[in-house]
């Protein structure tokens, strides 16, 4: 494998673990205004990023390389309206588009196509997250300032529910 591929996959591991810690911090924001359903919805995207670090690992291991893992920052957004975490998300969401895009560069570079044809799920991925982070806003500028409205986003972020992304699902089989 290519060593730059290598360590930007490898870095890859660290900025998902870091999502998932961010994502977290969201959840605690929420769970702490009292909005759990919102809270849950976050919970899941952060589950989703620990998932995402797995497969870039699992990744690493299936092409003989060896892994290593870095520090991981801690989340530093304060957050003084309900929809300032929805903002912080979709610009996240964006930022790792750009690092998936910088290692699919690379991996073009260096005609590294099995690694290339790896990342095409994360690139559908970072579409399917990018929509969702922007519908989010929309519906809280939307209806976010009614109480009534506001609990019935949160009653249905409430009843979103986790599952294994594809990739880790195959390779769990």
């Known amino acids: ?8 996959l490898n870095d890859q ?3 998902e673990l870091y999502s998932a810690y961010l ?9 702490e205004e009292g909005l759990e359903g ?3 919805w976050y919970e899941i995207q ?5 998932d995402h670090a797995m497969i870039f690992r699992n990744y690493l291991h299936e092409n003989g390389q060896k892994v290593k893992l870095l520090a991981i920052d801690q989340p530093d957004k ?10 912080a998300a979709l610009e996240h969401e964006k930022y790792v588009t750009s690092l998936i895009n910088d290692i699919y560069a690379a991996a073009a570079e260096a005609k590294d196509y ?9 690139i559908e991925e970072q579409q399917e997250e990018e929509d969702n982070a922007d519908k989010m806003i929309t519906r809280m500028k ?11 986003l949160d009653q249905e972020n409430a009843a979103r529910t986790y599952s294994v992304p594809s990739p880790l699902a195959t390779s769990e089989e």
């Open 23 to 31: 994502y977290l911090s969201f959840a605690d924001y929420y769970e």
């Open 114 to 122: 099995r690694t290339m044809k790896f990342l095409d799920w994360f």
């Open 142 to 152: 939307l209806f976010g300032s009614d109480a009534k409205a506001l609990y019935d």
């Open 38 to 40: 919102f809270a849950n």
């Open 13 to 15: 591991i660290n900025k």
């Open 1 to 8: 494998m290519d060593a730059r591929v290598y360590e930007l």
């Open 46 to 50: 952060a589950q989703e990023e620990r």
């Open 78 to 87: 304060e957050f003084s309206d309900f929809l300032a975490p929805l903002e």
